[in-house]
């Protein structure tokens, strides 16, 4: 299976600020990589498709990027509603496997 | 407006079954492939089950193989997930979810839509 390895566990900064979540692959996924926000209680939202490609209706300020086998959410000017938890997803080969989570706290 | 919404969902025995429903509404059911994707409380996502938008095929991960059957109904817009053989390890809230079409043409599945999950507790 592929590991996808998600950092950091949990992280806090204050509005307006600009944040970056990582997930490493284990092997080469060839861009095929989802990130996705929970916020508390609800079910999880599709952000960001194909590594960079931005989800209809999502914010500009959400983006991604890659450098290898090495996936980058970045959220800019951060807002109260982006509080909440993050997940990358691979999807090159089944089992389909999700990080561990990233939990961002709004100070 | 895309509705998936699930049910089904209680406490039950180890060793048991149960069987969710998801009924779908909001868009064209049987264009789309779709999936069923779990959450243990306090922790992260983990897929369980895929189903191809005729039915014609399915995809499991390893531990629920043999265990689970992921079918649909396409004239009623109902995608279902039969468990059998439940273990405590399978208490989870369980999300019903769409896969993203223009991707899956090319052989990715991304959820675009997710139900608002069913709890599915597994104890004596």
């Known amino acids: 299976d592929i590991q996808m390895t998600q950092s950091p566990a949990s992280l806090s900064a204050s509005l307006g600020e600009t944040v970056s979540i990582e997930c490493l692959a284990s092997e080469d996924i060839y861009s095929n990589l989802a990130w996705y926000q929970q916020k508390p209680g609800k079910s999880p939202q599709l952000l960001i498709y194909y590594a960079s490609s931005l989800q209809d209706g999502v914010p500009s300020r959400f983006s991604g990027s890659e450098s290898g086998t090495q996936y980058s959410l970045e959220i800019n000017s951060l807002q109260p509603e982006d509080e909440g938890d993050y997940f990358c997803?691979?999807?090159?080969?089944?089992?389909?496997?999700f990080g561990s989570g990233t939990k961002l706290e709004i100070k | 407006e895309v509705q998936l919404v699930e049910s089904g969902g209680g406490l039950v025995q180890p060793g048991r079954s149960m069987k969710l429903s998801c009924a779908a509404s909001g868009f064209t059911f049987n264009n789309y492939d779709m999936a069923w994707v779990c959450q243990a409380p306090k922790k992260g996502l983990e897929w369980v089950a895929t189903i191809s938008y005729d039915g014609s095929s399915t995809y499991y991960r390893d531990s629920v193989k043999g265990r689970f059957t992921i079918s649909r109904d396409n004239a009623k817009s109902t995608l279902y997930l039969q468990m059998d053989s439940l273990r405590s390890e399978d208490t989870a809230t369980y999300y019903c979810?769409?896969?993203?079409?223009?991707?899956?043409?090319?052989?990715?599945?991304?959820?675009?839509?997710w139900g608002q999950g069913v709890m599915v507790t597994v104890s004596s």
């Open positions: 997803q691979q999807s090159y080969k089944f089992p389909l496997t």
């Open positions: 979810a769409r896969i993203l079409p223009q991707t899956r043409l090319y052989g990715s599945y991304y959820f675009d839509y």
